[in-house]
């Protein structure tokens, strides 16, 4: 199984910027596909960015496009989440996923997940 761990979440004011990184370890050299996953509560869990692990293809939910950028660092197994100008909105657990399955633009029912790392927006 592929493991994932979270790490650079905290607490910021509004207009501020975090970076979100996952680390992968175990076995890795399947993954087609990463992305970040958030869940307010009270609120479902939504896809925020993903991108091909082979390729660099990214997708971005609407609300965060212009905003948060997703990229990789394929010799360390490690996703980013560069997140600036952030809003009160954006608080939420957010998760790292890796999937195995070709053709996905987002991590799906095959997914591996982490254990998520916190961020919450001040205004």
């Known amino acids: 199984q592929v493991q994932l761990v979270e790490s650079g979440g905290g607490l910021v004011q509004a207009g501020g910027s975090l970076r979100l990184s996952c680390a992968a370890s175990g076995r890795t050299f399947n993954i087609a596909i990463m992305g970040w996953f958030r869940q307010a509560p009270g609120k479902e869990r939504e896809a925020v960015a993903a991108i091909r692990w082979r390729g660099g293809s990214t997708t971005y939910t609407e609300s965060v496009k212009g905003r948060f950028t997703i990229s990789t660092d394929n010799a360390k197994n490690t996703v980013y989440l560069q997140m600036n100008s952030l809003k009160p909105e954006d608080t939420a657990l957010y998760y790292c996923?890796?999937?195995?399955?070709?053709?996905?633009?987002?991590?799906?029912?095959?997914?591996?997940w982490g254990q998520g790392t916190q961020v919450t927006v001040s205004s």
């Open positions: 996923a890796a999937d195995d399955t070709p053709g996905r633009v987002v991590p799906g029912p095959r997914a591996r």
